[in-house]
């Protein structure tokens, strides 16, 4: 029996094509940058925390005040992205790996806006106003999150297969 990866009711060939590259390169970013502050023993979000503006800017002095905090926040930090990145590189429960990929990068846009008369002492990666790559990138996970992929290529596909599998032989 030959099984046409692309075949399904929902997407075209270069729409399902499309989610799986938009998936796979989202994945590799948040991937990489799990694994990159794993393996770094000096990395703490602390920097970052302190740097903050806006609406979460006490909480992130308060995190960084307490040294238990800080180190739950570098843990999830870390670990979290690394999931959420295994996840969508996998195709593995894709769609919670979208979601929770938005709530992180949704966090890091709300504690670090790009708005108008907010300054920060880390370098920028360019001017601008309200949009930035963290909400480019939540509403790309969001799109995922909407049209998934992983059910027809990654191994969501062989969960999926099984259940049904299961169901009708009931």
């Keep these: ?37 794993i393996i770094n023993p000096y990395w703490s979000s602390a920097a970052y925390l ?21 180190s739950l926040t570098d843990f999830i930090n870390m670990w979290g992205l690394t999931f959420v990145g295994l996840s969508l590189v996998l195709g593995l429960f894709s769609r919670y790996g979208a979601l929770v990929g938005m709530g992180f990068v949704l966090l890091y846009y709300l504690f670090a806006p790009p708005f108008i008369g907010l300054e920060y002492g880390r370098p920028g990666e360019g001017s601008y106003i309200i949009v930035n790559k963290n909400l480019i990138e939540a509403f790309a996970l969001y799109v995922l999150y909407l049209f998934p992929s992983s059910q027809f290529i990654g191994i969501d596909r062989l969960i999926y297969s099984s259940q049904s599998n299961s169901l009708g032989d009931k």
């Design 50 to 70: 302190l740097d903050s503006k806006w609406v979460f800017s006490s909480l992130a002095k308060v995190i960084v005040a307490n040294a238990s905090m800080l």
């Design 1 to 37: 029996m030959k099984i046409n990866l692309m075949k399904n009711d929902t997407y075209s060939e270069s729409q399902l094509t499309g989610l799986v590259i938009l998936r796979l390169l989202i994945g590799w970013h948040f991937l990489y940058e799990g694994i990159s502050k």
